[in-house]
């Protein structure tokens, strides 16, 4: 069973702050890692892909990948409050097409 | 970058009524396109997997005599809910995967309400 799993939240932060949003996922075959943006009744916007361990950088958002540990991470820094909304992490397998969902944890930027 | 077109954006309609729902990759040739309901509250759950020119691969639990894809161009992909009913309201959204670039680009979605 593929589980992606992230805390639910809320999530709130002051302007300005660093916000940390994590995930972990089961399957260790997972070799493919996104962060995808959801506003409230829209649609996700993709942010983040990361594919090796490390850290990946752009703009105010650093993608972590652990693979050993399992793990994947966000920061934002300088958080905004159009920062605010739902952060998705998802996960595919090697040559698959299919992306698994964790359930979401919504961010709070507080003015 | 990658643009998903999804329409119609939002649908009021009767139970009973079928619905289509469209889904165009605007600038790269999706030879697989995806389909998620979002119901309230809760993160994405795929549906199915729209393969050109083949049958589509579904989701333990969902009906595909109910929800129909079809994806018979490398840029279209269409679903439709048959017979909907007030159950099946809910936020639909596709994506297409950027073979080049590996992400899913998600369309707008679609917010259904059978009423």
């Known amino acids: 069973q593929k589980e992606v799993e992230q805390n639910s939240g809320p999530l709130s932060v002051p302007e300005g702050a660093i916000a940390s949003l994590n995930c972990t996922y089961s399957?260790?075959?997972?070799?493919?890692f996104f962060w995808y943006r959801q506003y409230s009744g829209k649609s996700p916007e993709l942010i983040m892909s990361?594919?090796?361990?490390g850290d990946k950088e752009d703009g105010r958002f650093t993608a972590q990948l652990n693979k050993a540990s399992q793990y994947v991470s966000l920061l934002i820094r300088d958080s905004q409050p159009s920062d605010s909304a739902t952060y998705l992490c998802?996960?595919?397998?090697?040559?698959?097409?299919?992306?698994?969902f964790g359930t979401g944890t919504r961010l709070t930027v507080i003015p | 970058g990658a643009v998903v077109s999804q329409h119609p954006s939002r649908v009021i309609c009767k139970s009973g009524t079928s619905v289509k729902i469209e889904c165009r990759s605007l600038d790269f040739q999706a030879t697989t396109m995806f389909w998620y309901r979002q119901f309230p509250k809760q993160s994405l759950m795929l549906m199915a997997t729209s393969n050109e020119g083949s049958k589509a691969t579904y989701e333990q639990g969902v009906e595909k005599d109910k929800f129909l894809i079809n994806h018979a161009s490398l840029t279209l992909s269409t679903l439709t809910v048959t017979s909907a009913h007030p159950e099946d309201s809910s936020f639909y959204i596709c994506?297409?995967?950027?073979?080049?670039?590996?992400?899913?680009?998600f369309g707008d979605g679609t917010r259904l309400s059978i009423l």
């Open positions: 399957d260790r075959g997972s070799q493919s």
């Open positions: 998802a996960v595919s397998l090697t040559g698959a097409n299919n992306l698994f």
């Open positions: 990361i594919y090796s361990n």
């Open positions: 994506s297409a995967r950027d073979p080049i670039n590996q992400p899913q680009h």
